[in-house]
């Protein structure tokens, strides 16, 4: 149900397509979502999307063998100036490659490669648990945003910007690294901000409230 007050243009703009490809964990941003007020369908309904998010958990090749019947589809989204969220492996996705597992082409929405954190400093592989932002932008997804407030991270791998410009915040673990990257209309998130408390449910209200053409 649309929230009392709100009207038809501004309803359909709180409605989101959380991408259905086989590897994400749906159930829980759907929830997250709905929770500070927004609308969810989940599938692969790309083109009368208003807003979208990528999620998703596993290996980049494999992903993107899911994605690849979509990824003109995703690509004509990103164009249209329609507001896009990756989360997570979704992150990863929108770079132009990765070296996991080998190499692998990726979505090309962000210009830079995924990399995988460093395993010789110290620290366990993957990188789980809760750590602080530094941000560098305090607009849209960002918007609120305190230093040091800490989200949740699951991940081997993180993505390296071409232009420093696309980093709009960044966490350390053992180097520093892009948590959130920006670029127009485009956002993505290292972390999982449906697990990261109340941190994590203001940057989704502030996609849920990102106007939609």
């Not at 149900?1 to 590897?23: K, N, S, W």
């Not at 366990?124 to 849209?140: A, C, E, F, I, Q």
Request: proline share 5%; with cysteine; hydrophobic share 40%.
């Amino acid at each position: 149900m649309r929230p009392e007050g709100v009207d038809e243009h501004e309803g359909q703009a709180r409605l989101i397509t959380i991408l259905d490809y086989g590897m994400g964990n749906l159930r829980s941003v759907q929830k997250a979502i709905e929770f500070v007020g927004g609308e969810c369908r989940v599938g692969d309904d790309i083109e009368r999307a208003k807003k979208l998010v990528i999620p998703g958990v596993g290996a980049f090749g494999a992903a993107m063998e899911r994605l690849a019947p979509l990824r003109k589809t995703i690509r004509d989204f990103a164009a249209s100036g329609r507001p896009l969220l990756g989360i997570c492996l979704g992150q990863q996705l929108l770079f132009e490659e990765s070296e996991e597992i080998g190499h692998h082409e990726g979505l090309g929405l962000v210009r830079g490669k995924v990399r995988y954190l460093p395993g010789d400093l110290g620290l366990k592989v993957p990188h789980m648990g809760w750590s602080p932002l530094s941000y560098r932008r305090h607009d849209g997804f960002c918007e609120g945003g305190e230093e040091s407030e800490q989200v949740y991270f699951v991940h081997s791998l993180v993505t390296v910007c071409d232009d420093p410009a696309d980093v709009a915040a960044t966490a350390t673990y053992g180097v520093e690294f892009a948590a959130i990257v920006q670029r127009d209309n485009v956002w993505a998130a290292q972390f999982h901000p449906e697990k990261s408390s109340k941190v994590g449910l203001r940057m989704l209200r502030n996609f849920v409230d990102l106007p939609a053409s």
